[in-house]
């Protein structure tokens, strides 16, 4: 059924809002009300579905390289070929609206065996139409078939929600709407979401399910969320790292749930939490560049407010019992490190001396928690890209391993922290690695997860 301009505002207002708009919910909460690949079982052959797939990847030169997220995709696949559907993969990959999904078609086709087309230029900007050759290939197309619409990206329609406000999306509603009802006249009324890293209000994500008859979570993704995402919601030791200083909103969410022990914090966050720390303990500490008002614009500028909550936090988290680690010196522009930062300094690693508490602390953690524990590390430490900031992040990785053979279970979330077991470490120094660090630290921190609370309202 279509749905309306009013339906659409509605609809979108609810994900802008975020939890805002249904405080009492938990990550379990949208678990339990979307439905599963399983739900649709009984589709018959030939039925279109429309797949919103995990295709933000660089494929390598062999299957096993750079494809991992694709790999993720392959279980849900197979299954609708199994039942003669014909499955069309929408998605993106990157930012840059150029890009172009051509490796990744033809590496799905080789993770299939089959061969797996791809449509270049599949939608009408101008009037919001799917181009009259996207039903022509699907109807031309035989049962069990995957097709690949081209990087969604490169248009603005799947972009225009990204920085949206509920005060903007009366304006937006209408044609968000028309895109909607169109993918679902044009292409298919059933949609699978199997893109675990899909944390952004994508169209594809959050608004082309509104006018889906069904929606259902793909086998990986729902085998993330209800295994590995699980053990993490009772995480003893969390690990915060990198420039986002609003991931204090995360934390904060985590030592809500009670079982945090142990904080380990690096990055942004970790200056507003050392500026905290020394307030708290009348050792007043200087974050250099970072604090200075002149550079409020930058995402490493840490404001006052976020002081003031990093203060709460530790406070609360004081009383609760739980120990915050965080460095005592840094590694600034030059290469250089330092106990005290001036006012011109920036911070781009952590020093020496805190390589040596972090490894401390963690052996004090084994000793006073070690077997049955769980452990969840996010991001890196500092700029890791550069050789003369990656001592901390590349100290830091072994140490998952340590609390590994003690008998922790780690987790790891995706994107640079991902990125810094490869290049620091092996697979099975941690338990398990999420595929995506933006979609785990929404799942378990403050707010939703965007395509979440979109398949809930679908499945209404």
């Not at 009366?170 to 199997?194: Q, R, T």
């Amino acid at each position: 059924m279509p749905v309306t301009p009013a339906e659409m505002q509605t609809w979108c207002e609810t994900i802008v809002e975020g939890r805002a708009a249904a405080p009492d919910l938990g990550l379990n909460d949208y678990l339990s009300a979307v439905p599963r690949l399983e739900s649709l079982a009984d589709l018959p052959s030939g039925t279109v579905v429309l797949v919103r797939g995990d295709v933000d990847a660089k494929p390598g030169a062999t299957v096993g390289e750079g494809d991992i997220r694709l790999r993720s995709m392959v279980d849900t696949l197979k299954y609708g070929q199994e039942r003669g559907w014909k499955q069309v993969i929408f998605g993106h990959i990157g930012r840059d609206p150029e890009k172009s999904l051509d490796k990744v078609a033809k590496r799905i086709g080789e993770l299939l065996g089959c061969e797996v087309p791809m449509i270049g230029d599949w939608l009408d900007e101008e009037t919001l139409t799917i181009k009259p050759e996207v039903k022509q290939t699907i109807d031309a197309a035989e049962a069990g078939a995957v097709i690949v619409l081209e990087n969604t990206r490169k248009y603005n329609i799947e972009r225009v929600m990204w920085k949206a406000k509920k005060d903007d999306v009366p304006a937006l509603a209408e044609n968000l709407a028309k895109f909607s009802n169109e993918c679902a006249e044009k292409i298919g009324s059933v949609y699978v979401h199997e893109a675990f890293s899909a944390g952004s209000l994508d169209a594809s994500s959050v608004v082309v399910p509104a006018a889906m008859e069904k929606v259902a979570l793909g086998k990986y993704a729902a085998g993330e969320f209800d295994g590995p995402m699980q053990k993490c919601l009772g995480a003893t030791l969390a690990v915060f790292s990198g420039i986002k200083i609003d991931k204090l909103d995360d934390m904060e969410a985590m030592i809500a749930r009670g079982s945090i022990k142990q904080i380990f914090a690096s990055g942004s966050l970790a200056m507003a939490i050392r500026k905290a720390i020394g307030e708290l303990d009348n050792a007043p500490v200087s974050l250099g560049a970072a604090e200075d008002p002149v550079n409020k614009g930058e995402p490493w500028y840490i404001p006052e407010d976020r002081v003031a909550q990093a203060k709460a936090i530790v406070a609360d988290g004081r009383e609760k019992g739980i120990t915050f680690t965080v460095p005592c010196d840094s590694i600034i522009g030059d290469g250089t490190s330092k106990d005290e930062l001036e006012p011109n300094d920036q911070q781009f690693d952590i020093g020496p001396k805190s390589i040596e508490k972090f490894h401390a602390a963690v052996g004090e953690f084994i000793e006073k928690h070690g077997s049955g524990a769980v452990a969840f590390h996010n991001g890196v430490f500092g700029m890791f890209e550069d050789p003369k900031f990656e001592g901390g992040t590349k100290a830091w990785i072994p140490e998952l391993k340590r609390m590994k053979e003690a008998g922790v279970e780690v987790y790891v979330g995706g994107g640079e922290g991902g990125k810094a077991l490869d290049k620091y470490g092996e697979p099975d120094w941690v338990t398990h690695t999420f595929t995506a660090g933006g979609t785990v630290l929404n799942a378990l921190g403050s707010e939703p997860v965007p395509y979440l609370v979109a398949l809930r309202l679908g499945a209404k």
